[in-house]
Every structure is written in C-alpha cells, then in structure tokens.
C-alpha cells in the first residue's frame, strides 16, 4: 500500500522518501514544490498539489488512499515566523487541517508528523523530556503545538493514530552525496556557515552573544537527517502494530552545541577560516534546547547513528561543495 509523503521534495522529506524506497515501501510525494525540489524525488511518482486548497487535498488522498500520510510540508523557520505569522498559520494549521480532512474522508489512520523541540519554548529543565511544559515562545512553535493538539482530535473523532517526531536541529545530509539541504532564502546556521566556507558569503553573523550559557551563544542539539529518517521508518512501524493511539517522541542527539562551537567545527571540517561576526540576538530564539531521546530509543527502538557534530557536518559538507547551487532549480 502507499505511504504519501507531504513536502517529500522537502530537505528531511526527501532523505525519508529515501528511506522508505530502501524498505521496499510505495512512495507517493504531494508537494507544492513552494520549497522542495523536483531533483530530490527524480524517479518517485509526484503530485504537485498545494494542501492550503481543502478541495483538491481531499480529492488527491480519495484518490492516491494511502496507508499513511508522513506529513512534511510546513514551514519551519523560526525568525520568519516571528515577523510572518499568517503564513505559518496558513501552512502549519490550515494545511494540516485540510489534510486530515483528506484522511478522514479517504479513510486512512495513520500519520507520522514532523513536530519541533520548538514547542517547549524556554523549558526549565535540560535535557526535555516529553511530559515537560509546552510553552512556545515564536510561531513556529506554536502551530507544531497546534498541530500535536489537532491530532489527539482527529484521533478521537475519526480514529487517525499518529507518532509525532519532535525534531531537534536537523543537519547533514545523504553520505553518498546525491540528497542534501538546499533553502531559498537560507536561515539555517549550518548551511550559512558552509556558505561562507565555499566563499558564497563573506561572513557569518552570531545572533546574541549574551544568552545566559557557557559561551554567551544559543546551544542546540544538532541531529543528522539520515537519522531522523530512520525514526519515520520505526514510526510506522509502531503504526503498523496498532501501538500507536496519539505518541510523541523527541528526537536528538542529547549533546547540546553552542553557535560557536558550530563554527569551530565547521573551520575544522573545511579548512576554511569562516570568518564570523557579533550580531543581535534573533526574536523567538530560546537560549538552550537540547532534548532527552530515551522515549524514541526505548519505545521506538531508535538509536541515531552520527551522534558526533564533525561527523555530521563532514555529510553536509560534501554535499555543499559538490552542489554549490544546491539542487539548481526550484522544481
Ligand atoms: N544562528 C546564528 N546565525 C545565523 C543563523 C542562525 O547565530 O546566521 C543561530 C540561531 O540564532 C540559533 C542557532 O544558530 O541560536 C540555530 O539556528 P537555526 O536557524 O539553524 O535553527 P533553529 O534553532 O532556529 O531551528
């Protein structure tokens, strides 16, 4: 049966699509192709549909009956969201509204959901665990919040069971080259810092140097993309054992790293001096988010593979330098 991927031409939906390829899955991907990239699902049946339209979202999935929706498109950046938040409602809620709409009238019950550590806010205790107070402090955050709260919902009216994957910083990309981040505008602290590295940018900016933590910069918990593919492929089968009801798992590397130290590793892994300068602090930036990923390991059986940031930074390297222009067009 068919596993439709939203945003699968999308950075973590493409590494996933992959993936389900591998397990011998049957892939559909829906993606505006708003962000995502023809080139990344090159051999993968694609329907260009935009969920914010409920008309023709409900007719693809009465068509395509998936087994299962893995729902990727949504937009995810945390500065843009601050300034712009009738976009992320728009793509984060409405979207997602139509969607399980399309679930429900297609009858299909399950879906994997691609959720944020941006949901804790500023939690008082590190590492996050799951139980821990949801306070988001941007709008990013808060449509993910919204979103978990729409599948307990959806659960109970219509029976649609979810694992939702609260994803710490995902970085890196395919190990053989050919799948990698590329976002237009790019936001992402690591993409930017290799920018620089390959001379696209002269510099990069820090944003906040006086966040109450051991180097005055952010500290995040950076987790490889290729990992968190791993944990759809084992949330589905958590689906698939009629384990699931409504489940949420954090997904990280348990080891937070500040900006700096980012870019350390990055001067380390390209050679390059990546020159960096002081800048003020990005509106809806939580000083430290590093996650607990023992519910993940114990209940899903997810055990993340590059836990080390110089080796996850070297994927992404080699895939940077290998396609400067990223994928080279826009779909
Ligand atoms: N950051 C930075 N300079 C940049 C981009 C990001 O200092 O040009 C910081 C940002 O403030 C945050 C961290 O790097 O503390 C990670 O940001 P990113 O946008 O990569 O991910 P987020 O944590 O916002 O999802």
Same mark, same amino acid.
């Given at each position: 049966m068919t596993i439709l991927v939203t945003g699968g031409a999308g950075y973590i939906g493409s590494h996933t699509v992959r993936a389900l390829q591998e397990e011998g899955e049957e892939v559909v991907v829906l993606d505006d192709l708003s962000e995502g990239h023809r080139k990344a699902v090159k051999g993968t049946k694609l329907r260009k549909v935009d969920l914010k339209s409920?008309?023709?979202?409900?007719?693809?999935?009465c068509e395509i009956r998936p087994e299962a929706v893995f729902h990727f498109a949504a937009?995810?950046?945390?500065?843009e969201s601050v300034t712009d938040p009738g976009k992320y409602y728009r793509q984060n809620v409405v979207a997602l509204l139509n969607l399980l709409e399309g679930m429900a009238a297609a009858s299909c019950k399950r879906m994997v959901f691609s959720s944020t550590c941006a949901i804790y806010g500023e939690p008082k205790r590190i590492p996050?665990?799951?139980d821990l107070p949801k306070n988001p402090v941007n709008s990013y955050g808060r449509t993910k919040l919204h979103g978990e709260g729409m599948l307990a919902d959806y659960h109970r009216a219509h029976g649609i069971e979810s694992v939702s994957l609260r994803y710490f910083n995902a970085a890196g990309a395919h190990p053989d080259g050919s799948l990698g981040e590329d976002h237009e505008p790019e936001t992402h602290l690591i993409p930017l810092v290799l920018d620089v590295a390959l001379g696209k940018r002269k510099d990069i900016k820090i944003f906040g140097t006086d966040y109450? /933590?051991?180097?005055g910069t952010c500290i995040r918990d950076y987790i490889h993309v290729m990992d968190l593919a791993r944990a759809h492929i084992l949330g589905l089968a958590c689906l698939r054992d009629g384990r699931a009801g409504v489940r949420a798992y954090n997904l990280g590397n348990e080891t937070g790293h500040s900006v700096l130290e980012v870019l350390e590793a990055a001067r380390k892994v /390209?050679?390059?001096?990546i020159p960096a300068e002081d800048a003020p602090r990005r509106p809806g930036d939580p000083p430290k988010l590093?996650?607990?990923s023992a519910l993940a390991r114990n209940e899903l059986g997810w055990q993340p593979r590059f836990g080390d940031l110089e080796a996850i930074l070297a994927t992404a390297w080699n895939w940077h330098r290998n396609h400067p222009d990223g994928y080279g067009e826009t779909g």
């Open positions: 409920a008309v023709r979202t409900k007719k693809a999935l937009s995810c950046y945390v500065g996050i665990t799951e109450p /933590t051991r180097d /390209t050679g390059h001096p590093v996650g607990s």
